[in-house]
């Protein structure tokens, strides 16, 4: 049974920086995409950034991009997502998901969700 976990999240002052996890289980995340998502109160669920399983091709939001690295570790099957330069609207749920082969920014196409993980930007 394909199963992410999410762990990382937490309070962190505007500029800062977090570290996420994504940690597989059930499957190798060779032949997967994972991508990262966040949601914010009465937000829709949008897409950060997402690797493919080669690790070779990621994919940003502008509002994140320069600032959030997504990387992979395939001996602990993990993906991460480094968060530098936080800012109070980064504040949401994070999520990751897999998807077979190629990564999308479309959140139905997606097979295996976490349960999220908690950021809150704030001083």
């Known amino acids: 049974q394909l199963q992410v976990v999410e762990s990382g999240g937490g309070l962190v002052q505007p500029g800062g920086s977090l570290r996420l996890s994504c940690a597989a289980s059930g499957f190798a995340l060779d032949g997967y995409a994972i991508g990262w998502f966040r949601q914010a109160p009465g937000g829709e669920r949008e897409m950060l950034s997402c690797i493919v399983s080669s690790g070779g091709m990621t994919n940003y939001a502008d509002s994140v991009k320069s600032r959030f690295t997504i990387s992979r570790a395939f001996d602990e099957n993990t993906v991460y997502l480094q968060m530098n330069s936080l800012k109070p609207e980064d504040t949401a749920v994070y999520y990751c998901?897999?998807?077979?082969?190629?990564?999308?920014?479309?959140?139905?196409?997606?097979?295996?969700w976490g349960l999220g993980t908690r950021v809150t930007v704030s001083s």
């Open positions: 998901a897999v998807r077979r082969s190629l990564c999308s920014r479309y959140t139905d196409s997606y097979i295996t």
